[in-house]
Nanobody
Framework: QVQLVESGGGLVQAGGSLRLSCAVS????????MGWFRQAPGEEREFVAV????????RYADSVKGRFTISRDNAKNTVYLQMNSLLPEDTAVYYC?????????????????WGQGTQVTVSS
């Protein structure tokens, strides 16, 4: 059974930084594309970033481009989301997701496995 476990969320002031981690087990990590999504209260879950199996390609939502960086360590079965220059509007539950096909989809339906999420709160 594939499990994704996020960590690293918390409360931070605007302008601060956080690094989220997502540890994956139950499947060969290097066979998975990995994405990060987020969901603010009352909003739909939205795409944040995606990284390919090897880590060679990444894509970002326009709202986080230049501030967030997705990366992965295939030896540690972990994907990361480094978040800098955080804004109050970045407040959300952040989810990691795994895509078996190895693509770079931005849609929720493209992902096969999901974590439980980690709360990120940015105070103004």
């Amino acid at each position: 059974q594939v499990q994704l476990v996020e960590s690293g969320g918390g409360l931070v002031q605007a302008g601060g930084s956080l690094r989220l981690s997502c540890a994956v087990s139950g499947r060969t990590f290097s066979s998975l594309s990995m994405g990060w999504f987020r969901q603010a209260p009352g909003e739909e879950r939205e795409f944040v970033a995606v990284i390919t199996r090897s880590g060679g390609n990444t894509r970002y939502a326009d709202s986080v481009k230049g501030r967030f960086t997705i990366s992965r360590d295939n030896a540690k079965n972990t994907v990361y989301l480094q978040m800098n220059s955080l804004l109050p509007e970045d407040t959300a539950v952040y989810y990691c997701a795994a895509e078996v096909s190895g693509g770079m989809t931005r849609t929720l339906r493209g992902y096969d496995y999901w974590g439980q999420g980690t709360q990120v709160t940015v105070s103004s």
